[in-house]
């Protein structure tokens, strides 16, 4: 049974179209980008082209493109590149709610002896502006802070940081990993100096990315070898998912305002049946600056994880924060930082909805929903005592 995937925050669906483009590149041209023949030199052309698609969804040029292999890495390079490219500079800024791909990246930082400030969030979670300016310092190499939160879709308010930084002549890089093919992006007005995106969010496959870095940006690379990406990314490119990355951008921007909207329509009728379905629940962050898609739900008096299993008997599919902590026991580190109560972080549940999530299977969230929450909270010693009624 196809399961009622609602976890594309986790990893999206490879779009039909995307896999078609990249199929023939797994079989029948298998050839070396880099090599002198056609078989092979032929591939170089198709790169280009893909990176032409990646450049137009944030609107850039292709020579401010380097492949990656995910965003994972196109986070991990930007950091890297600028403590090298300014060897002298020793303070980073970063924020208290980006994914690991940035966190764990600015802590092995500050093991080597560079100074990191986490800027703090409220609890919609939104920035502290004025804290940022506080930060900044002659020592201040870069500031990276994510365009949007993984957990809880919250968008920063990006344009008026990179304007800040801009005028303070001061690197800025933004992990966009979560809103690439979302919402309009447009590089041309927004002066960032460096984007992360990662092929797997937006209907292409996992193991490919990329990163923006405006041109005239110094860089180092992090990846050393061979000449691939002029220079500035070594290994022998990944062809197939590159081409599936063009297209995946390309179709994303074809239809980004609608499916916006279509999206957002579900994810509001999914997070409003939910409040209204039962007591004691809340939906974590600013929920006007926000992802179309997402939405983070706390039901007290039960367990994230309680939830999830039902819901996976049902061939419900959502998550209980980041893939990447889920399986440890480790409460949200966003929800923490929000200051969101202890009893809420523990019961919240992502769903986080695509261009292929249907009515009917919101309707069908809706209606297993009720009866998931009712039940786990009269197992709950906090959850009966609360809720039972004299007939229960
Ligand atoms: N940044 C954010 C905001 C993410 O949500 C993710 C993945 O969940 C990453 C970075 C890492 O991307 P990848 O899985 O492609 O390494």
């Excluded at 940081?161 to 093919?181: K, N, P, S, Y």
């Excluded at 110094?218 to 000449?227: D, E, L, T, V």
């Amino acid at each position: 049974m196809k399961p009622v995937y609602l976890d594309n925050n986790a990893t999206t669906q490879v779009a039909p179209d995307v896999l078609r483009e990249m199929q023939p590149f797994l079989s029948d041209y298998y050839g070396n980008p880099s090599s002198m023949h056609t078989f092979g030199g032929q591939l170089h052309r198709k790169i280009e082209d893909s990176r032409e698609m990646v450049a137009s969804i944030i609107g850039v040029s292709p020579e401010e493109i380097i492949f990656t292999s995910c965003g994972t890495e196109s986070d991990n390079t930007a950091l890297m590149s600028a403590v090298e490219s300014f060897p002298r500079k020793k303070h980073l800024i970063t924020t208290k709610v980006e994914h690991p791909a940035v966190l764990n990246f600015c802590r092995h930082l500050a093991r080597k002896g560079y100074r990191v400030t986490y800027l703090p969030v409220n609890n919609l979670g939104q920035l502290d502006m004025d804290f940022l300016l506080k930060s900044l310092d002659e020592d201040t190499v870069l500031v990276s802070i994510m365009y949007a939160n993984n957990e809880t879709g919250v968008l920063f308010p990006i344009q008026e940081i990179a304007e800040m930084l801009r005028e303070r002549d001061i690197l800025f890089h933004t992990d966009a990993v979560q809103v690439v093919g979302k919402i309009p992006i447009d590089l041309k007005t927004l002066p960032v100096d460096m984007l992360s995106l990662s092929g797997h969010k937006l209907h292409a496959p996992k193991g490919v990315g990329a990163l923006y870095v405006r041109k005239g940006t110094r860089f180092s690379p992090y990846i050393i070898g061979g000449h691939q990406e002029n220079g500035r990314r070594a290994g022998t490119e990944n062809v197939a998912s590159i081409i599936a990355l063009g297209k995946a951008c390309q179709l994303a921007l074809e239809n980004i305002q609608e499916e916006s909207r279509n999206v957002s329509a579900l994810r509001d009728k999914l997070e409003n049946a939910l409040l209204k379905c039962c007591p004691d629940v809340r939906v974590n962050g600013d929920t006007e600056h926000r992802l179309p898609n997402t939405t983070n739900v706390s039901f007290e008096y039960v367990e994230g994880e309680a939830i999830l299993l039902r819901l996976n008997e049902y061939g419900v599919c959502a998550s209980s924060g980041s893939a990447c902590t889920s399986g440890s026991l480790e409460p949200s580190h966003v929800l923490r930082a929000m200051g969101v109560p202890y009893t809420a972080v523990h019961g919240s549940i992502r769903f986080s909805l695509s261009r292929y999530t249907s009515d009917d299977e919101i309707n069908k969230v809706i209606e297993i929903m009720p009866l998931i929450i009712k039940e786990l909270r009269q197992l709950s010693p906090f959850g009966r005592e609360k809720f039972s009624c004299p007939s229960s």
